[in-house]
């Protein structure tokens, strides 16, 4: 007897979603949403408006005295979690060459892989959840009070209370990392529950700012499931659930207001003749979906938002396309959900972030591992800048764009030639040097392989 995903056989969803079939060889594919929507349709509907996310961004200001005394190193000017945004011209001609191919338009990145403290996308998602509570325990029990600057927080007095709570949460990297991090600074007891495919590195650093690091050989969902688990067993003790949270999604949708004041400040117009593309690497889908969600409700239908997803790990293109969301994982059909993308590395979609934005998604891509690194050494050759394998999957956007047509929309295809094209980095700057000199190195390598087999099919 066929074993029943969600109901139906392999064969039956193979037969109802053919690209499955490329999915399960773990093939690149791209998919083009056919359940988007035009913005002002569905923006009545939408599960958390604008006014909750200019909070969040108040909340991370309200913090702001607070970053600056706890992390000095961080050197914060003016105590803000932002990153910035840079035109990469000489990548794009990169691109262009290696890939035989024009890209219309202008090429940017938003660098969240330099976020100060974490240096990765989670420094939004993870450290807003993080102050949210905070000073929820902080108001309540009379640390603080309106008009009080936050700084107080790093008092050792303060930081002793904050060691009667436990926070906990299940990661492959870069979310335990922000928790870990923060968490320990305002001084809550923190263990970060990490996947198999966590990098050593990632932990030996969780570990010295004081962490606890529970280690599994299962991936993503299990070291989830464990860690929600052994949460509920402790006392006064706070789980950051990435599979279905609110307030993660609502950080990372702060970072739209950020890249709307980026573009104005350049000059860059969005607007139905001036198309916003995003290229978004995409793990559980709560960093990507939260982004996506806020640039919605700013731009509208002026942008379009795309998720990059690992070849071995598309687990919100499957959750997406099927319409089963968090109900069906890669491991159902076979795929593997092995990847040196470790951020992306994920078998099953955020139960939250996947279907708040499921008529907001332009499309999906995938991309082999291969590819994420020869961009890594490509990106650091032209343009001296270090991110981790899985923050290169955006990268490869404007080239699936191209080549397979993922956006198809009329008014898109007339305006091309004007298009603003923003690849997302999302992690990178915590990277030891040793091991960005691997990456870089598997890169060159690559690279020359491919240029080899290109030469001798010429000849």
């Not at 999915?23 to 083009?32: D, L, R």
């Not at 989830?224 to 789980?239: I, P, S, T």
């Not at 996947?354 to 891509?365: D, E, F, M, N």
């Amino acid at each position: 007897m066929n074993h029943l995903i969600a109901g139906k056989t392999k064969e039956d969803w193979v037969q109802s979603y053919p690209l499955l079939e490329r999915m399960m060889a773990m093939e690149e594919v791209s998919w083009q949403n056919g359940r988007l929507l035009p913005y002002q349709q569905i923006s009545d509907s939408l599960p958390i408006a604008l006014d909750e996310i200019y909070a969040a961004e108040k909340l991370f200001q309200r913090f702001a005295p607070f970053f600056k005394v706890a992390f000095p190193e961080a050197d914060l000017e003016q105590g803000n979690i932002e990153s910035p945004l840079v035109e990469i011209a000489e990548m794009k001609r990169e691109l262009e060459t290696t890939y035989n191919m024009k890209i219309p338009g202008s090429l940017l990145l938003k660098c969240d892989n330099a976020l100060p403290i974490a240096g990765s996308i989670k420094a939004r998602g993870g450290f807003y959840e993080i102050i949210k509570y905070t000073e929820k325990l902080a108001l309540a029990n009379g640390l603080l009070k309106e008009g009080d600057s936050y700084d107080r927080l790093y008092d050792e007095e303060v930081r002793e209370f904050f060691s009667g709570y436990s926070i906990a949460v299940g990661s492959t990297g870069n979310l335990g990392l922000s928790i870990g991090i923060l968490s320990a600074k305002i001084g809550f007891n923190v263990t970060v529950h990490m996947s198999s495919d966590a990098k050593q590195w990632k932990k030996d650093l969780l570990r010295s700012y004081g962490a606890v690091v529970t280690e599994y050989t299962a991936d993503f969902s299990v070291a989830v499931k464990n860690g929600r688990l052994w949460c509920q067993a402790q006392e006064n003790c706070y789980f950051v659930d990435d599979e279905d949270s609110r307030d993660l999604f609502i950080g990372y949708a702060v970072a739209a207001l950020e890249l709307k004041r980026q573009l104005d400040h350049k000059g860059i117009t969005v607007d139905m003749e001036h198309p916003l593309i995003v290229y978004l690497p995409c793990g559980v889908g709560g960093g990507p979906g939260g982004v996506t969600y806020g640039l919605k409700q700013i731009f509208g239908d002026a942008v379009h938002c795309v998720f990059a997803e690992p070849t071995h790990s598309p687990s919100v293109l499957l959750g997406l396309m099927t319409r089963q969301f968090h109900r069906v994982s890669v491991q159902d059909f076979g795929i593997d959900n092995q990847t040196d993308a470790d951020g992306l590395a994920v078998g099953r979609s955020s139960k939250f972030a996947v279907p708040a934005v499921k008529h907001l998604v332009t499309g999906i891509y995938t991309v082999e591992d291969e590819e994420l690194f020869k961009l890594l050494s490509q990106l650091y050759r032209t343009e001296a800048l270090t991110l981790e394998p899985s923050a290169l999957a955006g990268l490869y956007g404007p080239i699936q764009l191209l080549k397979h047509h993922v956006l198809k929309q009329k008014t898109l295809n007339v305006h091309i030639d004007r298009a603003t094209h923003i690849a997302w980095a999302t992690g990178g700057n915590l990277v030891p040097s040793e091991n960005m000199r691997a990456f870089i190195s598997q890169g060159d390598k690559l690279l020359q392989n491919t240029r080899n087999t290109l030469e001798g099919s010429e000849r």
